[in-house]
Nanobody
């Protein structure tokens, strides 16, 4: 069974940085689209950033553009979400998800989900 595993969450002050990592055993992430989603308390899940297979095209939601960056390290079979200039409104559980084929960064496209990692931005 494909199971993404996230790591790298934690508590950070506003303006700080974190790097989330997503990996999965038994599959080669390079061949899949990978998405980062988040759910804040009392809010709906939302797509944060996705990177598609084949084309390598990326998507960022408007609120994180210029601050977050998604990337692959195929040698390490890992996808990263670099988060800079973090804001309190970025506080959420962040989930990594895996999809077949091209992704428009919609949650319905994703078949496999990790357990999530908590990101808290607070002074």
């Amino acid at each position: 069974q494909v199971q993404p595993v996230e790591s790298g969450g934690g508590l950070v002050q506003p303006g700080g940085s974190l790097r989330l990592s997503c990996t999965a055993s038994g599959i080669t992430l390079e061949h899949y689209s990978i998405g980062w989603f988040r759910r804040a308390p009392g809010k709906e899940r939302e797509g944060v950033s996705c990177i598609s297979t084949t084309t390598g095209s990326t998507y960022y939601r408007d609120s994180v553009k210029g601050r977050f960056s998604i990337s692959r390290d195929n040698f390490k079979n890992t996808v990263y979400l670099q988060m800079n200039y973090l804001k309190p409104e970025d506080t959420a559980i962040y989930y990594c998800a895996i999809a077949w084929g091209y992704s428009y960064c919609s949650a319905v496209e994703y078949d496999y989900w990790g357990q999530g990692t908590q990101v808290t931005v607070d002074s």
